[in-house]
């Protein structure tokens, strides 16, 4: 069955470093999105992306974050300057489209940051 | 924003027993989705719910999308110890116009099942 996969798993970094963190959607998607889990919280969106741009953001997703889809397979998140409280678990998740504009959204296994 | 609020927060059961939360919003959605979430993964989607009022199963799942399309319950029938995990509700609005599917999500029921 096809999944959604992210890579790395974890990923350690320090205060006011870049980090790029990498999803290889579901190969016939074309919606995807990024959300993030801070530890024992819920699920927040962070942006949404369609057709090689993005269709919604969160007023968590600020200048400091990009995402880009560099090839027909990944889609990266990017953190410029990371922060303290960017640690968190960030999932990646895509979609298709079926009747009646329905979006079923699967999720990858997350990619834990932590900045110390 | 929209907000949902899920209940209960927690629950401790025995195995073979019935389980029931919900999840209320001030808003409407057009679709309700459950997720559930062992821990270190992501969420893994349940069961999904398109039109007020319907009611899905998915084995020993059962969810049902409220009528006034604010709220949406899910019942796991004989509960087992691998339901273990955290049951997330999420409201979507339809793609079209300005939404392009993003989720909100409920702050997430943790259930534990006593062998």
């Known amino acids: 069955e096809p999944e959604v996969t992210q890579t790395p798993s974890h990923q350690v970094t320090q205060m006011g470093q870049e980090v790029i963190l990498r999803c290889v959607p579901i190969?016939?998607?074309?919606?995807f999105y990024w959300y993030r889990q801070i530890l024992g919280q819920k699920v927040e969106f962070l942006v949404s992306?369609?057709?090689?741009?993005?269709?919604?953001k969160s007023e968590i997703f600020d200048d400091q974050f990009s995402v880009e889809r560099p090839d027909g397979s990944n889609f990266t998140l990017k953190i410029r300057s990371t922060k303290l409280e960017d640690s968190a678990m960030y999932f990646c998740?895509?979609?298709?489209?079926?009747?009646?504009?329905?979006?079923?959204?699967?999720f990858g296994p997350g990619t834990r940051l932590t900045v110390t | 924003g929209q907000q949902l609020n899920q209940s209960p927060q927690s629950m401790f059961i025995q195995e073979g027993e019935d389980v029931s939360m919900n999840c209320t919003s001030s808003?409407?959605?057009?679709?309700w989705l459950w997720y559930k979430q062992e821990p270190g993964e992501g969420p893994v989607l349940l069961i999904a719910?398109?039109?007020?009022?319907e009611l899905t199963s998915n084995g020993r799942l059962t969810a049902q999308f409220g009528i006034t399309r604010k709220d949406s319950f899910l019942n796991i029938s004989a509960s087992i110890p691998s339901d273990v995990g955290i049951y997330f509700c999420?409201?979507?609005?339809?793609?079209?116009?300005?939404?392009?599917?993003?989720?909100?999500f409920g702050q997430g029921t943790i259930l534990t099942v006593h062998p």
């Open positions: 719910l398109y039109k007020a009022g």
């Open positions: 992306f369609y057709n090689n741009e993005i269709s919604e």
């Open positions: 999420a409201g979507q609005t339809n793609a079209g116009g300005t939404s392009y599917g993003k989720l909100t």
């Open positions: 998740a895509s979609s298709e489209r079926v009747a009646g504009g329905r979006l079923e959204q699967y």
């Open positions: 190969s016939n998607h074309l919606y």
């Open positions: 808003s409407i959605f057009n679709t």
